[in-house]
């Protein structure tokens, strides 16, 4: 590879990010598969959205950096240093599930230690909450970037034009990005906006704006850093549009083929960024078949060691319903 396409990227670097993206991509297949043996009520997952994740993920600086991600964010959560086995507990609502012991729904992630903030429901609001505390870290001069990220539909919010606006007069440390699946649910993009890209409307709040393919990993990464390094520098927020396929239903409680053509759903198909990442590496000579299959192997393994210690670990008990909830515990 050419190295002025690596971005001061080594090859250590390239396995770990490919090792990252596959582990999502396993962990969200397992979490469907268990919610179809009816282990699970509910799985929403970030098939195809697990490139981009790792491209924007990788520029940030774990133990330093704070992300506010939504339900699809298992690609940024492991970069970030959540582990299999705690996205599992967290999956199954167990006791020891850092997230929240088993009170939130479940892929609303939150691990204070390393950095990930919990999220509302309620689409849109951790945009809100990243500025918020772009503005105290700005303020007490601490050296960190906010990430957060929401889907195009997300983006109809107001909370969301409310945060791009204070970001942009305090030019605040923020990496606001939207990862653009063309549906919200059922309600596709055009639905949604008036323009074609969420990126444009950067502009009228005085940020930059860009929109990057989701399956060029290399270039998502490029924007990322780009972005993080101008946060860094004290020169305010962006806002970056990644074009990602979902690769599933909404969740496990959606059927697309009620508001997709058979076509559209095949055509899906080709945009798979795992299968390219890998392509990829092999084409620049990063990694051949052997590897790929051995990282695979180590993959399933660890995803198959999370999933059983996870559901043989305890479930929360009764009389702690209230605690985790409210400063001052509620006495049964
Ligand atoms: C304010 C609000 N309205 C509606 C919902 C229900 N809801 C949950 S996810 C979702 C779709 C969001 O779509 P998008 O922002 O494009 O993200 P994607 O799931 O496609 O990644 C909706 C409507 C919600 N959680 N909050
Ligand atoms: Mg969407």
Redesign the pocket.
């Known amino acids: 590879m050419a190295d002025d396409r690596r971005m001061g990227l080594t090859k250590e670097d390239l396995k770990e990010m490919y090792r990252l993206m596959l582990l999502a991509r396993r962990l969200d297949e397992r979490q469907w598969q268990l919610n179809r043996m009816g282990q699970a009520p509910f799985a929403i997952g970030c098939r195809g959205h697990e490139g981009a994740q790792i491209g924007i993920s990788w520029a940030l600086k774990p133990g330093r950096d704070i992300v506010l991600p939504y339900y ?1 964010d298992l690609g940024v959560v492991l970069r970030m240093g959540m582990t299999p086995k705690e996205v599992m507990l967290d999956f199954f609502a167990k006791a020891e599930g850092p997230s929240s012991g088993g009170r939130q729904m479940p892929s609303h992630y939150s691990h204070p230690q390393k950095g990930i903030v919990t999220q509302s ?3 849109a609001t951790q945009t809100l909450h990243a500025a918020g505390m772009a503005y105290a870290a700005q303020q007490l001069k601490e050296d960190r970037v906010f990430y957060t990220s ?5 983006a109809s ?1 107001g909370e969301f034009h409310e945060a791009l606006n204070w970001a942009g007069v305090y030019k605040l440390p923020v990496l606001f990005v939207v ?1 653009n ?1 063309q ?3 059922s309600v596709p993009a055009s639905k949604q906006m008036a323009v074609d890209r969420v990126s444009v409307r950067a502009a009228g709040f005085g940020l930059a704006g860009v929109t990057v393919d989701g399956l060029k990993i290399l270039d998502v990464y490029e924007a990322a850093k780009e972005a993080v390094e101008r946060a860094r520098r004290g020169e305010g927020a962006t806002l970056l549009e990644v074009m990602v396929p ?1 690769l599933t239903g ?1 969740s496990t409680d959606d059927d697309p083929r009620t508001y997709m053509t058979q076509e559209e759903m095949e055509a899906l198909k080709h945009r798979d960024p795992v299968g390219h990442f890998a392509s990829f590496l092999k084409e620049q000579g990063v990694v051949g078949d052997d590897e790929l299959a051995a990282i695979d192997q180590e993959v399933r393994k660890e995803v198959d060691q999370a999933t059983d210690e996870a559901q043989k670990a305890a479930d929360p008990r009764p009389e702690d319903l209230y605690t985790r909830l409210y400063a001052t515990p509620i006495e049964l």
């Not at 929401?150 to 997300?154: A, C, K, L, M, T």
């Open positions: 699809r429901s309620t689409v929401i889907g195009e539909g997300s919010q990862q699946n549906y919200a649910i979902r909404h």
